[in-house]
C-alpha cells in the first residue's frame, strides 16, 4: 500500500527554523516526483514546488523560491520542506503528495499544520 | 507561470442534479497535464481526473472531464451527498499551479 505519512504539528516563533517531513513507503521512492502544496487557514491550494529524489533535482513556484528549501533524503524514502526564518504568515497546513508522471498526484500526506506565532 | 481562474466560486444545488465546473488558464495547457482534485473538510485532496479527461483509480463514473487548451470543464452528472464539497483544478507543468477552487453546497 502507498503511503506518504507527513511528521506532526508544529507550533514556532517568528524566525525559528523550522523542517518538516514526509516519508514514502510502499512504492519505489525514487521513480516519482514529491511535490509540496500549502493550504492557509481557510484558503486553497498553492503549488510550492517538487524534488525527484533520485536526483534531488527541485523546481518552485516563483511565490516560493526563495522562501523555503525542499530536500529529499532517498536512503530513507523521506522528503522535507524547511524554512530558515519563520513568519506569522507560514501558519498553514502542508500537503506532500507523489506526482505521478502524467497522472497527476495521485497520493497525499495528512498533512503537517505549522502554527507560527509569538 | 500560468494562472488558472475556476468559476463560479460557489456552486448550490441539489443532489440528483448535474454540476459543471469550470476552469479557464491564462495560456493554453497540455491537456495531458490538467487535474482535476477534491477536498473535504479536514481531509487531504483527492485526485479525480487527470489528464483533463481520464478518471483515476476508483473514481465513480458520474465524474468526468473535458476540454483542451484554455478551458477545461468537470461534470458530475447526478450528484451523490458525499459530492458536495471543494473542487481544484490544477495545470501540473512547470511551473505548476492550482486554480482557487470550486465549493459545491447543497441547495
Known amino acids: 500500500e502507498v503511503q506518504l505519512v507527513q511528521s506532526g504539528a508544529e507550533v514556532k516563533k517568528p524566525g525559528e527554523s523550522l523542517r518538516i517531513s514526509c516519508k514514502g513507503s510502499?512504492?519505489?521512492?525514487?521513480?516519482?516526483?514529491i511535490s509540496w502544496v500549502r493550504q492557509m487557514p481557510g484558503k486553497g491550494l498553492e503549488w510550492m514546488g517538487r524534488?525527484?529524489?533520485?536526483?534531488?533535482?527541485?523546481n518552485y513556484s516563483p511565490s516560493f523560491q526563495g522562501h523555503v528549501t525542499i530536500s529529499a533524503d532517498k536512503s530513507i524514502s523521506t522528503a522535507y520542506l524547511q524554512w530558515s526564518s519563520l513568519k506569522a504568515s507560514d501558519t498553514a497546513m502542508y500537503y506532500c503528495a507523489r506526482r505521478s508522471g502524467g497522472y497527476g498526484l495521485d497520493y497525499w500526506g495528512q498533512g503537517t499544520l505549522v502554527t507560527v506565532s509569538s | 507561470e500560468i494562472v488558472l481562474t475556476q468559476s463560479p466560486g460557489t456552486l448550490s444545488l441539489s443532489p440528483g442534479e448535474r454540476a459543471t465546473l469550470s476552469c479557464r488558464a491564462s495560456?493554453?495547457?497540455?491537456?495531458?497535464?490538467l487535474a482535476w482534485y477534491q477536498q473535504k473538510p479536514g481531509q487531504a485532496p483527492r485526485l479525480l481526473i487527470y489528464g483533463a479527461s481520464s478518471r483515476a483509480t476508483g473514481i465513480p463514473d458520474r465524474f468526468s472531464g473535458s476540454g483542451s487548451g484554455t478551458d477545461f470543464t468537470l461534470t458530475i452528472s447526478r450528484l451523490e451527498p458525499e459530492d458536495f464539497a471543494v473542487y481544484y483544478c490544477?495545470?501540473?507543468?512547470?511551473?505548476?499551479?492550482f486554480g482557487q477552487g470550486t465549493k459545491l453546497e447543497i441547495k
Open positions: 510502499g512504492y519505489s521512492f525514487t521513480s516519482y516526483w
Open positions: 524534488i525527484d529524489p533520485s536526483d534531488s533535482y527541485t
Open positions: 495560456q493554453s495547457v497540455s491537456s495531458s497535464y
Open positions: 490544477q495545470q501540473y507543468g512547470s511551473p505548476s499551479s
